[in-house]
Nanobody, 124 residues
Framework: QVQLVESGGGLVQAGGSLRLSCAAS????????MGWFRQAPGKEREFVAA????????YYADSVKGRFTISRDNAKSTAYLQMNSLKPPDTAVYYC?????????????????WGQGTQVTVSS
């Protein structure tokens, strides 16, 4: 089992920045690829970004490419999502997830463990 806890969400104006954190406990964090997903009201959960178990490979949704950066610190068992140039459409609950396959994936079905989510609200 892996337990994931997100933090860092909040209310920010358009153009602002937030840094989300995902703290992991349980099984060895470094064995898992990590992903960030988001879900806006009335919409399906969608892929945002993913990172391989070593951090050497990353993958982004087109909608966030160039604005968001995913990273991880295996020594701290934590994954991060740096979000810059935020826009109102970025408003959603953001979830981190762990994937026992070492490679990053955009597919929700590939992820074995999920956090409870953190709300990000971007005002115009």
């Amino acid at each position: 089992q892996v337990q994931l806890v997100e933090s860092g969400g909040g209310l920010v104006q358009a153009g602002g920045s937030l840094r989300l954190s995902c703290a992991a406990s349980g099984r060895t964090f470094s064995r898992y690829a990590m992903g960030w997903f988001r879900q806006a009201p009335g919409k399906e959960r969608e892929f945002v970004a993913a990172i391989s178990w070593t951090g050497g490979s990353t993958y982004y949704a087109d909608s966030v490419k160039g604005r968001f950066t995913i990273s991880r610190d295996n020594a701290k068992s934590t994954a991060y999502l740096q979000m810059n140039s935020l826009k109102p459409p970025d408003t959603a609950v953001y979830y981190c997830a762990a994937n026992s396959d070492h490679n990053p994936s955009s597919s929700l079905q590939q992820y074995d463990y999920w956090g409870q989510g953190t709300q990000v609200t971007v005002s115009s």
